[in-house]
């Protein structure tokens, strides 16, 4: 093994390899129990050193973990699927590499944060921004695609949003996907798909690549922007209100991820911290046995090419919405100067919601927020499902009762990805200093997940703890992956086990 590092010292020097067991500890925290053990970490500054690190690690047949930022909070933060991997941290590899304002393209490698591209667009002063998340500003835009997590706002489907990857394969070989194989090729940044078998759905949510640059495509900001609000007395009227809303978004009138609903918990959550005096002490939080309605709060934003667009758009929202919520109210940025400074919608990333992640401490919050460090307990679990008022409101059902049970509070955000589908957010949140709250979260987490995918609402993303609960699949998936992997990595050293779904036919 003294072999292995110091082959690896020779690409990197000594300060980008580490190996001190301080060092390696906060690599193996995340916001629940984890056992794997991190071998060694890797901080290259260069692509060229991460096709010698993985060349290394073919020599040696030893794994590597890659990631970006490491800002995975909730789904396993920095630590690899398996065990004594040595982590690749690409932080140090941050270089925006190009950049368009006309045909709105940014193109990045995997250090660069989302609080780095609003810092340059700023700088810019350019007319467009790109959707940003619920999470860490200082989270990495590339890992965040590879998750294919979602941003708000109209491009917030990220991973439809990007083409042009270089990736470095397990074996140091380097490919670039759509019309990045050409050199000279003019709309390598500006279209997915490129000529042949398309390569980069390969590389999102797999262990087939290293994904060393990524072109993201930018949102002009809007010539007229308004926001809405309308609260849904509680989850029995959430069904009609929901298959009212389903249409304007299929229609585009309200365009994709730009819709979110939240339930109480979520919004409370993000408000401020559990109150702990008014339950004495008592936990889980239920707003119904306080006499309280647990009501939705559905957010919406619309973006419009002009102010007459937007108020018809308006309108329609109006007519729609009548009768079917509590209240509705609208913004628009010419009665309200403040709508376009700070705002989320408007790709200026936040850490609001990461202080959620404090919810059940009773510690106050630190200056620099890091929920790994600090114990705060959170998993998530994220199904995909059918836009229908009936069968979101029945998953509903289920995810209360169970978190419930387990002595959570529901937290639930749903976003309207598009007009057929929507994304589920539920979110355990526990405090990691009390005794068994991790085992209870996490029994909570597999029993939900478990009736959840019974009744055929599958994840569509998953944490590393749960890369092996998905149901066994019926066709020859598995043994395509098998093939994939043997050809790409033939010594299996690149992330083993994460969304490995080769076991389902071995
Ligand atoms: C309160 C809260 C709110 C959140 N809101 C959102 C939200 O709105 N939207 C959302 O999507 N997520 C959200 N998250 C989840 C998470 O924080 C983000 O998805 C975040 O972007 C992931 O961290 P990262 O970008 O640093 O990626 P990383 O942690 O660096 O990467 C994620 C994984 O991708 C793989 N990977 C990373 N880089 C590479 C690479 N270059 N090549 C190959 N594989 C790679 C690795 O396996 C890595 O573990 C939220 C979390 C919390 C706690």
């Not at 439809?160 to 050199?183: K, M, Q, S, Y």
């Not at 029994?443 to 609960?469: E, K």
């Not at 998936?477 to 299996?492: F, I, S, V, W």
């Amino acid at each position: 093994m003294n072999d292995l590092l110091n082959a690896w010292q020779a690409v990197l020097t000594s300060d980008y390899l580490l190996t001190d067991t301080a060092t390696l500890s906060t690599y193996e925290q995340a916001t629940f129990s984890t056992t794997q053990r991190v071998y060694a970490v890797l901080r290259p500054e260069t692509v060229g050193q991460v096709q010698e690190c993985l060349k290394i690690a073919n020599q040696y047949k030893t794994p590597l973990y890659p990631i970006s930022r490491g800002k995975n909070w909730g789904l396993g933060s920095r630590v690899p699927v398996q065990d004594n991997c040595t982590i690749l941290d690409l932080s140090r590899i941050n270089r925006i590499i190009d950049y368009n304002e006309k045909l709105a393209y940014i193109t990045i490698q995997p250090g660069v944060t989302f609080r780095q591209v609003y810092e340059f667009l700023k700088e810019q002063n350019s007319k467009l921004f790109i959707s940003v998340i619920g999470g860490s500003p200082e989270a990495s835009v590339i890992g965040n695609t590879l998750e294919r997590g979602d941003g708000s706002g109209p491009l917030g489907e990220r991973v439809a949003h990007v083409c042009n990857f270089e990736i470095i394969l397990p074996t140091g070989e380097c490919i670039h996907t759509d019309f990045g194989r050409f050199a000279n090729a003019s709309a390598k940044a500006v279209n997915r798909w490129g000529v042949g078998p398309a390569l980069d759905g390969l590389f999102s949510q797999s262990n087939l690549g290293i994904v060393t640059q990524m072109t993201v495509w930018l949102t002009p900001l809007p010539k007229f922007f308004q926001t809405f609000n309308c609260v849904i007395q509680d989850s029995g009227h959430l069904s009609n209100f929901i298959d009212k809303l389903q249409p304007l978004i299929l229609q585009d009138a309200i365009r994709s991820n730009c819709f979110t609903f939240w339930n109480s918990y979520k919004f409370l959550a993000r408000q401020g911290r559990y109150p702990w005096q008014i339950m004495g002490e008592k936990t889980p939080l239920c707003l119904k046995e306080l006499k309280r309605f647990e009501r939705w709060l559905g957010t919406g934003c619309l973006y419009s090419a002009s102010r007459e667009q937007g108020l018809a758009i308006r309108k329609l929202i109006e007519e729609t919405f009548t009768g079917q919520v509590e209240s509705l109210s609208f913004m628009d940025q010419d009665n309200h100067n403040d709508l376009l400074i700070n705002n989320s919608s408007l790709g200026v990333p936040t850490d609001q919601n990461i202080r959620s992640t404090y919810w059940r401490k009773k510690t106050s919050l630190p200056q620099n927020i890091n929920p790994d460090r600090d114990l705060c307990g959170v998993v998530w679990l994220c199904p995909i499902l059918p836009f229908d008022g009936q069968v979101i409101t029945q998953a509903i059902y289920t995810i209360e009762t169970t978190v419930n049970k387990y002595g959570f509070e529901p937290n639930i955000a749903i976003s309207c990805i598009s007009g057929r589908s929507v994304q589920i957010f539920i979110a355990i949140m526990f405090d990691r200093d009390v005794p068994f709250e991790d085992e209870r979260a996490m029994s909570c987490h597999d029993h939900l997940l478990q009736l959840l995918t019974q009744d055929g609402h599958i994840p569509y993303r998953l944490g590393i703890q749960s890369m092996n609960s998905l149901p066994r699949t019926q066709d020859d998936y598995g043994k395509l992956m098998q093939t994939l992997k043997q050809t790409l990595d033939p010594n299996d050293i690149l992330a083993p086990g994460r969304y490995d779904f080769r076991k389902d036919w071995a």
